[in-house]
């Protein structure tokens, strides 16, 4: 079992002071883990995170990249500009932009292309609704979601990182089951082993409140290669936990 990848969603909050403790709390709590770890902050911290993770494990990341290079895009930033504060990492697609910010499947794909093309890893996000759960409808959502980032980058998909978040389980306490997240990670793996030979070892992240109590069951799943954590990246101590518990599952 190769490395799995835990990474924090900030999403919108921190401040300057909050941000320094959480950080500085994670460094004391980390010793030599055995998992990747990544943050991903809101734009305007970049600088500070990167400076307060440099010499950590821990890796810098973004929450939402441009689908354009430059010009006239108010608010926007740009994957070459994420790359100059040091990120690793973007996410990409996240159901909250898709819900608020009208983003299509084209465009997912498409900043997923630039992150790609400017040396980020992006962490592109699927996952259908409760309607269409129960609809049944959630592997043509997450196929074809997946499918229009396969197509549009062709053999560097090897690169990307999936985070399968069902939008019911995110910020509402409710999990799904090992079962029902295994279920979903390997029809996406088995979609990326159609477009890749090295989809074996790409990583397929599970996101929706995750937190130090399911983790290690989430985990330790055969296709679940990490986790894409919201609420508990806020708290040292269930960070701390997730990552310890993925730390555990290496062989
Ligand atoms: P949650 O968020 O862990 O708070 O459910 C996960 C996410 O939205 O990435």
Known sequence: MSRKLITGNWKLNGSLAFNASLVEALRAG???PACSIAVCVPAPYLAQIGGLVQGSPIDLGAQ????HEAGAFT?????????????????????????YHAETDAVVAEKAR???ACGITPIVCVGETLGQREGNQTE???????????HANGHCI????????PVWAIGTGRTATPAQAQQVHAVLRAQLKAATPQAARMQILYGGSMNAANAAELLGQPDIDGGLIGGASLKAADFLAIIAAASRLVA
């Open 140 to 150: 043509e959502v997450v196929k074809r979601q997946l499918a229009a980032v396969i």
């Open 114 to 116: 630039l992150a790609l």
């Open 64 to 67: 939402d990249v441009s689908a």
């Open 75 to 99: 608010g926007e930033v740009s994957a070459t500009m994420l790359r100059e504060f040091g990120v690793r990492y973007a996410i990409v697609g996240h159901s909250e932009r898709r819900q």
């Open 158 to 165: 090897s690169e990307i990182v999936v985070a399968y978040e």
């Open 30 to 32: 980390l010793s030599a």
